[in-house]
Every structure is written in structure tokens, then in C-alpha cells.
């Protein structure tokens, strides 16, 4: 029988198993993220018996079955975080939950946030020039764009700008025209956030929408009549908006003869529109490439017939018509660049080459596109290609980058709490603090280090030394640090990806962490020797497959348990052996087994198991789902 399954304990090779591992009582417990799940249409024929820690066959057994009502696994998704799996993977975070079979006293330390009250001075350069600027547009020799929360204008050629909104909240996305004489933009001048109109030279807006769900300012009609709008006004999931024409004096809103959108551009007579369906102008994270990135199609207004555009899994945003051809947006060839598909032939040519920061925020009037790039903007003339950056000077009193003093205690990301419960060392907005448990304690900033930021800290099993991770040589590296402060040892110099959390082994030799590069590594404190444990990289139609976030170690340090996905995108429970660099496979990707640690004395390893078919309706999202997959299995 394949490992994945459940079998009762038996003796073999004349030793006999230790006693059956204990119940884990019911009651409240930590919940693991749902994935897709997958089942089988009949159970898998026997095979034979795999063996485990010293020879001995492995046996897995059920450890608890305890359920949860329909009615609490709603409870519990309404109250989990608004991010996305995929934002929190963008910062390294682990998005399932763990289960943990050995935790540390931490009674005394319930207040210890609350500790992290000291202030200290947030020092950021000023500079003359412009930079950051957002979502430009181009008519004519004009350039608006939105910078600290106002609309400005400024030259095609660059400049002196000039501020034409100055409302405290924050005026976005705006468009010009098509005679230059209007710009509609996108505001919260009465709250909600709502399409505003107001002459391109400055002046008062007049609200276009009043949409309950918002809506944000996409473009014109090429006459010039309507302006076209996104809202999420009539939808059932707050991720698919749907396009509006909104009329320029304000009547009721129009909606597009198409499911959904994101964003859209209008062929030169108006009788075609190329639009995003689905997905995100600019992602969080790099090279998403899920269900819900962001493809390319063709609509007919006259045919009212359908066309994809795009075949590329992976971002296509920003269609811009230009003439018979297309300009987007993509990262098909690692980092975001302009693109031009002619829409006859479709043949595809890159048009700008940047190979480290991507081209963000695009808009075209037809004949130059400008685009933000490493927070300037630039000017392409579609007909030549010539691509200029242009200067800007934006007169202000910068008040948003002037010095200023904060409560680190409102920034805290991360916490790691020594096993005696005396320290613990909190990541408040890229520094590492000591807060000790005793209330009349000194905090003690370790880093202090303006300009860069360390993050996902981890404490020693002896609470003498700390490592983590940090960008002060201009990618993350990891490094470690006695608790006391002082020099930083580099234990990696390398590291091209972004890393996971890292985990010391229990006897402080050694620490464990993983990257975005699908990689497992295992660095020793001492000689910094960086051996990598395991690979993860699947490919399917092009789309990658999850990164190893899912480790722990051994007690005595000789074993590393983890998950890797399998192509048919389940997770396998796998162990390494650090003496001899060999790996083990606990268990076969039938089920979808995850959070792999070992009890306290090394004699069982215990994972969650998705094998629990309990289809529900889930009227929120109209859908069949499965209210309780998840066991708790012990092997």
C-alpha cells in the first residue's frame, strides 16, 4: 500500500513500532489553506510497503477526525485576510497555516507588542526632480499624470509641471480627451471613488458616476462623447469589474455587451475595442501566471462576435490601438516591457528592452505612448520607435518624504520568541528590535539600518543569535547576528530569489529555508556551505507550480521534512537526511498531503491529509465546494 494511504501500525523486521501516537483533542485548532482538491474515481490497487526511520515499515494512521460545520468554515474564510495567496508568497510569507507539535512558553509575553512603543525618525532624501509619477496620458503637447494624490500637468517635452487638483484625498487615472479639452479622472471628492470630469487646463470637476461599487476612469470614445469606466456596480466577485460608458453629462451608466473587463482601448472609428478580461493591470508579484492573469480580446461591436487576442499564460495588460496594430504590456520575457502585435498577421515585436525594472501605467494618443519606468516617465513615438525620458520639475513642499517620527509598534510584520519566553525580536518596518518580556525592559534596535530592510527573523534554540534576511547588498541575503547586537556575518552571497522563512535546526548548526526560485537550501552556520535539499519546479501549459514553503526539522536534527507539488499539483510529504544528503518519500500524490513536523521525540511525523470528500453548496460563490478535506494522519 502506497504511503499516502491509512493503515493500521504492525511490527516488522522482528522490531516492533512504538505505541500508537496520542489523539490530538478536538476543539479549536489551526485550519489549513484549502487548495484545489482532486479525487480519485476509484481507490488506487495495493502495492507494497515502504520502509521508514531505521528500516522499520511505515504505517500511517488517522489521528483525529474532527469536523467542521459548514456554517464555521464560512465563520472562519469571512474573517482571513483580504490578500491574496499570491500577495502573501510576494513577501515571503508562508500561506498555509502550520501545524506545529513543539511550541514555546509565551504566557508572559501576551503584551509584548504592545512593548514595541519606542519612536524613532523615518529620514528619506529629497530630491529636485519628479519621480514616482502615475498613470500619465499624452494629447497634443501636454503630459498629465497623477503625483502625491493630485493631477498635474507638464510639457510633452518635460518641464515645469503645474498642480490642477488639490482635494487632501487622492485623484488618480486620468485621460485625456480626444480634442484636449476635457480630462476625466478618477476621485473621492464625496467619498466614494467615482469618475469626475474637468477642463484639461484646470478647474472645477463635475461627478460623471455614482456607482456603489466605485468606478475608475479606462479612457474615451474616439468621438468623444462618452468616457469608459470600470465598476464592480453589478458584480457578484469583487476581482471582475465590468466597463461602463458613462455619458459627459452624467447620465446613467451604460454597461458593455461583454461579461466583464479590466481595461480597454477603442479601434480609430469606434466600431472595435480590444480589452483585458480578466485580471490586473499591475500585479503584486512577478511572472503570475494563475487562473486570473490577464489576457487579451477583440470585441465587435457591429458582429457583437468574440475574439481572443493574446495566447500568452501570463500578464498582457494595457492594449493600446495604434493605427492596424496593438501596443501591451508584457513580462513573456521575465520582467514587463512594451510590445507591439499587428492585428493581421499577429505577429508579436518587443519594443522596449529593460531587463530590471518593468514599464508600468502606459497610455497612447494614438501616435506616442507614455509609460512609467523605474518611477520616470518616457515618450515612445510609435512611428519611429525614438523613446525619450522625460525630466520633470514638480514644485511642492514635499511633505511626504520630509522627516518624520513613528511608532514602529504600527508597522510590525514579522515576530520570532525565544524558547524560554525572556525576548523576543520583532521586524517593525525594516528593522529588527529586541523586546524583552519583562515590562520595564529596554527595546534595542539590532539594525538600524535607514535605507534597507531586514525581514523574516528567526532566533536561535539557545536565544543567543538571530538570522535574517536583508537587502543591504542589493538582494536578500541571509545573515546572522548575536542577540546582543554587533557585526552581521553573511552566511549566503548569492541568492538570486526571493527567500522563505528560515528555521534553525534544533542543534543551532544549521538553518533551513526556501526561495521563489523553487529551491529548499540548507546552509551550516559555521563553514556557510549552502547545500540545496530539493527542487520543486513543475511545468503545466507554461504555468508554474508552488514554491517549497512547507519545512520543518527532526528534533535531533538529522531529518528535514517537507512538501513538494506534484504535476498533478497535489502535495507529497518527502524527508532528507542531512548526514547522508539522501531523500526519502513518505507519500504518494493521491491525496493532498501538507505542513509535515515531527512530535517531540522524533518518533512520529505528523502532516494533514486532504482526503475527506464532503461536497457542500456554497451559495456565495454558486459553487460545489468541500466544507472539511483535511485530516490529521501521523507516520
Given at each position: 500500500?502506497?504511503?499516502?494511504?491509512?493503515?493500521?501500525?504492525?511490527?516488522?523486521?522482528?522490531?516492533?513500532?512504538?505505541?500508537?501516537?496520542?489523539?490530538?483533542?478536538?476543539?479549536?485548532?489551526?485550519?489549513?489553506?484549502?487548495?484545489?482538491?482532486?479525487?480519485?474515481?476509484?481507490?488506487?490497487?495495493?502495492?507494497?510497503?515502504p520502509t521508514g526511520f531505521g528500516g522499520r515499515p511505515r504505517s500511517v494512521v488517522p489521528v483525529t477526525g474532527r469536523s467542521y460545520t459548514y456554517g464555521e468554515k464560512c465563520?472562519?474564510?469571512?474573517?482571513?485576510?483580504?490578500?491574496?495567496?499570491?500577495?502573501?508568497?510576494?513577501?515571503?510569507?508562508?500561506?498555509?497555516?502550520?501545524m506545529t507539535c513543539q511550541r514555546p512558553s509565551v504566557s508572559a509575553l501576551r503584551s509584548l507588542v504592545s512593548l514595541l512603543a519606542v519612536l524613532y525618525v523615518v529620514a528619506?532624501?529629497?530630491?529636485?526632480?519628479?519621480?514616482?509619477?502615475?498613470?500619465?496620458?499624452?494629447?497634443?503637447?501636454?503630459?498629465?499624470?497623477?503625483?502625491?494624490?493630485?493631477?498635474?500637468?507638464?510639457?510633452?517635452?518635460?518641464?515645469?509641471?503645474?498642480?490642477?487638483?488639490?482635494?487632501?484625498?487622492?485623484?488618480?487615472?486620468?485621460?485625456?480627451?480626444?480634442?484636449?479639452?476635457?480630462?476625466?479622472?478618477?476621485?473621492?471628492?464625496?467619498?466614494?471613488?467615482?469618475?469626475?470630469?474637468?477642463?484639461?487646463?484646470?478647474?472645477?470637476?463635475?461627478?460623471?458616476?455614482?456607482?456603489?461599487?466605485?468606478?475608475?476612469?479606462?479612457?474615451?470614445?474616439?468621438?468623444?462623447?462618452?468616457?469608459?469606466?470600470?465598476?464592480?456596480?453589478?458584480?457578484?466577485?469583487?476581482?471582475?469589474?465590468?466597463?461602463?460608458?458613462?455619458?459627459?453629462?452624467?447620465?446613467?451608466?451604460?454597461?458593455?455587451?461583454?461579461?466583464?473587463?479590466?481595461?480597454?482601448?477603442?479601434?480609430?472609428?469606434?466600431?472595435?475595442?480590444?480589452?483585458?478580461?480578466?485580471?490586473?493591470?499591475?500585479?503584486?508579484?512577478?511572472?503570475?501566471?494563475?487562473?486570473?492573469?490577464?489576457?487579451?480580446?477583440?470585441y465587435d461591436f457591429t458582429t457583437r462576435a468574440f475574439s481572443p487576442v493574446s495566447d500568452y499564460v501570463g500578464k498582457n495588460a494595457y492594449p493600446m490601438w495604434v493605427g492596424?496594430?496593438?501596443?501591451?504590456?508584457?513580462?513573456?520575457?521575465?520582467?514587463?516591457?512594451?510590445?507591439?502585435?499587428?492585428?493581421?498577421?499577429?505577429?508579436?515585436?518587443?519594443?522596449?528592452?529593460?531587463?530590471?525594472?518593468?514599464?508600468?501605467?502606459?497610455?497612447?494618443?494614438?501616435?506616442?505612448?507614455?509609460?512609467?519606468?523605474?518611477?520616470?516617465?518616457?515618450?515612445?513615438?510609435?512611428?519611429?520607435?525614438?523613446?525619450?525620458?522625460?525630466?520633470?520639475?514638480?514644485?511642492?513642499?514635499?511633505?511626504?518624504?520630509?522627516?518624520?517620527?513613528?511608532?514602529?509598534?504600527?508597522?510590525?510584520?514579522?515576530?520570532?520568541?525565544?524558547?524560554?519566553?525572556?525576548?523576543?525580536?520583532?521586524?517593525?518596518?525594516?528593522?529588527?528590535?529586541?523586546?524583552?518580556?519583562?515590562?520595564?525592559?529596554?527595546?534595542?534596535?539590532?539594525?538600524?539600518?535607514?535605507?534597507?530592510?531586514?525581514?523574516?527573523?528567526?532566533?536561535?534554540?539557545?536565544?543567543?543569535?538571530?538570522?535574517?534576511?536583508?537587502?543591504?547588498?542589493?538582494?536578500?541575503?541571509?545573515?546572522?547576528?548575536?542577540?546582543?547586537?554587533?557585526?552581521?556575518?553573511?552566511?549566503?552571497?548569492?541568492?538570486?530569489?526571493?527567500?522563505?522563512?528560515?528555521?534553525?535546526?534544533?542543534?543551532?548548526?544549521?538553518?533551513?529555508?526556501?526561495?521563489?526560485?523553487?529551491?529548499?537550501?540548507?546552509?551550516?552556520?559555521?563553514?556557510?556551505?549552502?547545500?540545496?535539499?530539493?527542487?520543486?519546479?513543475?511545468?503545466?501549459?507554461?504555468?508554474?507550480?508552488?514554491?517549497?514553503?512547507?519545512?520543518?526539522?527532526?528534533?535531533?536534527?538529522?531529518?528535514?521534512?517537507?512538501?513538494?507539488?506534484?504535476?498533478?499539483?497535489?502535495?507529497?510529504?518527502?524527508?532528507?537526511?542531512?548526514?547522508?544528503?539522501?531523500?526519502?518519500?513518505?507519500?504518494?500524490?493521491?491525496?493532498?498531503?501538507?505542513?509535515?513536523?515531527?512530535?517531540?521525540?522524533?518518533?512520529?511525523?505528523?502532516?494533514?491529509?486532504?482526503?475527506?470528500?464532503?461536497?457542500?453548496?456554497?451559495?456565495?460563490?454558486?459553487?460545489?465546494?468541500?466544507?472539511?478535506?483535511?485530516?490529521?494522519?501521523?507516520?
Amino acid at each position: 500500500m502506497t504511503a499516502g494511504h491509512a493503515r493500521s501500525p504492525a511490527a516488522g523486521n522482528g522490531r516492533p513500532l512504538p505505541p500508537a501516537p496520542p489523539a490530538i483533542p478536538a476543539g479549536p485548532r489551526r485550519r489549513p489553506q484549502p487548495r484545489q482538491s482532486h479525487w480519485p474515481a476509484c481507490a488506487p490497487a495495493e502495492t507494497g510497503r515502504p520502509t521508514g526511520f531505521g528500516g522499520r515499515p511505515r504505517s500511517v494512521v488517522p489521528v483525529t477526525g474532527r469536523s467542521y460545520t459548514y456554517g464555521e468554515k464560512c465563520q472562519l474564510a469571512a474573517s482571513k485576510s483580504d490578500r491574496s495567496k499570491f500577495e502573501r508568497r510576494r513577501e515571503g510569507e508562508t500561506v498555509r497555516h502550520r501545524m506545529t507539535c513543539q511550541r514555546p512558553s509565551v504566557s508572559a509575553l501576551r503584551s509584548l507588542v504592545s512593548l514595541l512603543a519606542v519612536l524613532y525618525v523615518v529620514a528619506t532624501a529629497h530630491g529636485g526632480e519628479a519621480r514616482f509619477m502615475q498613470y500619465p496620458d499624452i494629447h497634443g503637447d501636454r503630459i498629465v499624470f497623477s503625483y502625491e494624490n493630485d493631477l498635474w500637468i507638464v510639457p510633452a517635452g518635460g518641464g515645469a509641471a503645474r498642480r490642477i487638483t488639490s482635494f487632501p484625498g487622492k485623484e488618480s487615472m486620468p485621460r485625456f480627451s480626444p480634442d484636449g479639452k476635457w480630462i476625466a479622472f478618477t476621485a473621492s471628492y464625496e467619498g466614494a471613488s467615482d469618475a469626475y470630469l474637468m477642463p484639461a487646463e484646470g478647474g472645477e470637476p463635475k461627478r460623471l458616476t455614482y456607482s456603489p461599487g466605485g468606478a475608475q476612469v479606462l479612457g474615451w470614445t474616439p468621438d468623444g462623447t462618452r468616457v469608459a469606466v470600470r465598476s464592480f456596480m453589478e458584480t457578484f466577485i469583487s476581482r471582475d469589474p465590468n466597463l461602463y460608458f458613462v455619458s459627459r453629462d452624467g447620465s446613467a451608466p451604460e454597461r458593455f455587451p461583454i461579461d466583464r473587463g479590466v481595461l480597454c482601448s477603442f479601434s480609430p472609428d469606434g466600431t472595435r475595442m480590444l480589452y483585458c478580461r480578466k485580471g490586473r493591470e499591475e500585479y503584486q508579484w512577478k511572472r503570475y501566471k494563475g487562473g486570473h492573469f490577464c489576457d487579451i480580446w477583440l470585441y465587435d461591436f457591429t458582429t457583437r462576435a468574440f475574439s481572443p487576442v493574446s495566447d500568452y499564460v501570463g500578464k498582457n495588460a494595457y492594449p493600446m490601438w495604434v493605427g492596424d496594430r496593438m501596443f501591451f504590456v508584457s513580462d513573456r520575457d521575465g520582467v514587463s516591457n512594451l510590445y507591439v502585435q499587428d492585428l493581421a498577421t499577429k505577429a508579436i515585436t518587443r519594443v522596449t528592452h529593460y531587463d530590471a525594472l518593468d514599464v508600468m501605467m502606459p497610455d497612447t494618443d494614438g501616435q506616442r505612448i507614455v509609460y512609467v519606468q523605474d518611477g520616470y516617465l518616457h515618450v515612445l513615438n510609435c512611428a519611429d520607435g525614438r523613446d525619450e525620458k522625460i525630466a520633470i520639475d514638480a514644485p511642492s513642499d514635499r511633505w511626504q518624504i520630509r522627516n518624520r517620527v513613528i511608532n514602529p509598534r504600527d508597522y510590525v510584520h514579522g515576530v520570532d520568541v525565544a524558547s524560554d519566553g525572556s525576548r523576543a525580536v520583532v521586524e517593525a518596518r525594516g528593522d529588527l528590535f529586541s523586546v524583552p518580556a519583562d515590562r520595564n525592559g529596554q527595546t534595542r534596535n539590532l539594525s538600524d539600518t535607514p535605507g534597507t530592510r531586514e525581514r523574516l527573523v528567526a532566533l536561535s534554540p539557545d536565544g543567543n543569535r538571530l538570522v535574517f534576511f536583508s537587502d543591504r547588498s542589493g538582494s536578500y541575503q541571509l545573515y546572522v547576528q548575536s542577540v546582543e547586537g554587533g557585526d552581521w556575518t553573511a552566511l549566503t552571497t548569492s541568492l538570486a530569489h526571493t527567500p522563505y522563512r528560515p528555521a534553525w535546526s534544533p542543534d543551532g548548526r544549521k538553518v533551513l529555508f526556501g526561495t521563489k526560485e523553487f529551491a529548499l537550501l540548507v546552509v551550516d552556520v559555521e563553514s556557510k556551505e549552502v547545500v540545496t535539499i530539493a527542487r520543486s519546479h513543475q511545468l503545466k501549459n507554461d504555468q508554474f507550480y508552488w514554491e517549497i514553503d512547507d519545512y520543518s526539522w527532526s528534533p535531533d536534527s538529522k531529518w528535514v521534512c517537507y512538501t513538494t507539488v506534484a504535476p498533478n499539483r497535489n502535495s507529497r510529504v518527502s524527508l532528507y537526511s542531512v548526514e547522508t544528503k539522501q531523500q526519502v518519500p513518505l507519500t504518494d500524490d493521491f491525496f493532498d498531503n501538507l505542513n509535515p513536523c515531527f512530535d517531540a521525540n522524533g518518533e512520529y511525523l505528523y502532516y494533514l491529509s486532504s482526503r475527506n470528500f464532503d461536497v457542500q453548496m456554497d451559495f456565495y460563490e454558486d459553487n460545489h465546494v468541500i466544507a472539511n478535506p483535511y485530516q490529521v494522519m501521523a507516520v
